[in-house]
């Protein structure tokens, strides 16, 4: 194959593959990351047919761990963690000494050295972000006392792995690595004077991005947006993250994943978080299934019929030893065992960091490609196995139920209360209304009248601006975007206002509101007579039709012209609205003649 399509072939038969193994494990009931390193799998050097060029997918991969890195940092919420800190931080902590002491044994076992059995526990230690909130999303446990905990407790076990990115180059020499490449060998010979010369890096990186990029970001993302250009506020996102995680490593020597992520990290603080988010995901979502391409094509699946009992030891540490001490954990800070068992099995996988753990152990020659096999083997495994050991905990905490006495056991009182505080407290019965031009404004200034809560939701930001200079609450954003809806708390609003005449746009907007709240109210216009039907048999609350409600008052003034009394033209034309919508979309106001009553001169 020439040079010059190596890299379009991967990407190609990449996303085409992984496509078609992800439906597959869909239809199964199992994650798409599942379907996604099978991709990987069946274009890797261990099965017939293709072998993809294994160089440009790594580099691929690099840009795929970026940008989740990046969707990390965005996510990312000291507040959240704050509020479950006296479980979740203490917690993940013991969790991933735990984790790591039982992989290290079990390398020590196989014969491996203390590096290749740190580099193996470390990745055996920590869940994956994508599995552990689907599974919680699915069972409706993002916003519960168990979902709050386990999510505080990835952020942590996330942290700490961030902070494995950092320091195993500089520590791989001593561990019987190889640091070369890794840009921390200033200090090569002396353990200490490595390791301090490389968190003095990191430490005036971090301080660098948390004092100058806190306002820099955030101002270069907000240029764009004043530009009123979609293109350029995209550019301007991944022009950060690519070019935050670049400059980092070659300015400070740290990881491509640290950079990317301190990028995200400082920008969730701005208003613009949201849109940026949704902004890059395409683009992340589609790198990031090359990146668990790219770690399918380095598994082989031998693995399984060579070493059954390795991988078997393997998952007994991801689903038993794991899930025993996260029982433990949260039996002892006296939270009900039902918390415990959900923790438990959120947290029996692993994913994305034990990937990035396993090229980085590569990479330094800290860990032999058996590890990889082992931990390639575990990592499908358990995702595929997830879902049923939920199952399972499910149904061992309805068989200690049934009986009072073992459950009375397991009862655990004094737990404090996790009450998450936010600056500003969600609102409750408001209107969002989507646009604030010509008719959005009419609106938002009579709901402003009648002093009635509403948030404007709008894709310009200069208007965002000027809005919040005259007190009033806006979201920039386009509604039809991920997580935009929700920053104007769409969950808890009574109703939402479309005041944009995109159809398309609106048809998403009804669609992605209804998801997210199905009872709420919805008013919007149309320019269209069969979008105007389309929307009426959706069930919409109000759809308006700007020229026909133009020939309603146009009609309304002819007849008071004529002489007829105020009360009978309004009577009229509003019975005349409300034939028009049970009318066939081919009938037309204009084409029914009303007969006129003779002016009173004429009648005299």
């Known amino acids: 194959m020439p040079h010059a399509t190596e890299l379009i072939a991967i990407i190609a038969l990449g996303l085409v593959l992984a496509f078609v193994c992800g439906m597959l494990a869909q239809r199964l009931r199992l994650p798409p990351l599942v379907g996604y390193l099978l991709a990987g799998v069946l274009v890797g050097p261990y099965t017939p047919g293709f ?50 002491a039982m992989g290290g044994a079990l390398a020590l076992i196989w014969g491996w050295g203390l590096g290749a059995g740190l580099v193996f526990g470390l990745a055996l230690s920590v869940a994956s972000t994508v ?45 019987g690595g190889d640091g070369a490449g890794a840009a921390h060998h200033a200090g090569d010979g002396n353990i200490w004077l490595t390791l301090g010369l490389t968190l003095a890096k990191v430490g005036v990186f971090a301080a660098v991005m948390l004092v100058g990029g806190r306002r820099f970001v955030p ?27 670049f400059g980092s490593a070659e300015l400070f020597g740290v990881s491509f994943a640290l950079g990317a992520f301190f990028a995200g990290m400082v920008l969730a603080e701005s208003d613009l978080s949201h849109q940026a988010a949704a902004d890059s995901l395409p683009l992340q979502d589609a790198f990031a299934v090359l990146f668990f391409v790219s770690v399918g094509m380095l598994f082989d699946p031998g693995i399984l019929i ?98 009072p006495r073992l459950a009375a056991r397991f009862e655990r009182k004094g737990a404090e209360a996790l009450a998450v505080t936010t600056e500003n407290p969600p609102h409750r019965g408001h209107a969002i209304l989507i646009g604030y031009g010509r008719v959005g404004s009419t609106i938002g200034k009579a709901l402003k009248a009648w002093d009635l809560p509403y948030i404007v939701l709008d894709r310009d930001r200069r208007r965002v601006l000027d809005l919040r200079q005259e007190g009033i609450e806006a979201v920039f954003g386009d509604a039809t975007a991920p997580g935009i809806l929700q920053a104007a708390d769409i969950a808890q609003a009574r109703l939402i ?74 009577i009229f034309v509003d019975s005349t609205r409300v034939e028009s919508r049970s009318a066939p979309i081919e009938t037309e106001i204009d084409q029914v003649t009303p007969e006129l009553r003779p002016h009173k001169e004429e009648g005299a």
């Open 51 to 100: 072998v993809g060029n294994s160089q440009l997918a790594g580099q691929l991969a690099e840009i795929g761990v970026i940008l989740l890195m990046f969707g990390v940092g965005l996510h990312f919420s000291i507040k959240d963690l704050m509020a479950v800190r006296t479980i979740a931080l203490p917690g993940a902590i013991v969790q991933i000494v735990a984790a790591t």
């Open 131 to 175: 599995v552990l909130l689907r599974a919680l999303e699915e069972r409706r446990l993002l916003d519960s006392d168990k979902g709050r905990i386990a999510v505080g407790w990835l952020i942590v076990e996330d942290l700490a792995m961030v902070l494995a990115l950092v320091l195993l180059p500089a520590l791989a020499p001593s561990l």
């Open 306 to 403: 060579r070493e059954p009992l390795s991988v078997l030891a393997v998952l007994g540490v991801i689903l038993i030893g794991k899930s025993l001490a996260a029982v433990a954990i949260v039996l002892a800070f006296r939270h009900p065992l039902g918390t415990a068992l959900t923790i438990a099995a959120s947290l029996a996988q692993i994913g994305e960091f034990s990937f990035i753990l396993v090229s980085l152990g590569l990479s330094l020659k800290l860990l032999p490609e058996e590890g990889r096999d082992l931990i390639l083997g575990g990592a499908i495994l358990s995702i595929t196995l997830n879902p049923l050991f939920f199952a399972l905990t499910d149904w061992v905490g309805r068989k200690v139920a049934e009986r």
């Open 219 to 245: 101002w270069l993302l907000d240029q764009a947006a004043r530009t009123g250009s979609r293109e350029l506020f995209t550019l301007a996102v991944l022009a950060l993250a690519l070019g935050i995680a």
């Open 497 to 570: 206002v479309v005041a944009t005449p995109e159809p398309h746009t609106t048809r998403r907007i009804v669609e992605l509101a209804r998801e997210l709240h199905p009872g709420i109210d919805t008013l919007i216009r149309t320019h269209n007579d069969g979008e105007r039907r389309h929307f009426e048999e959706q069930g919409v609350g109000l759809v308006l039709m700007a020229e026909r409600e133009l020939a309603f008052g146009m009609t309304l003034y002819a007849l008071r012209s004529l002489g007829l009394k105020e009360g009978e033209a309004r």
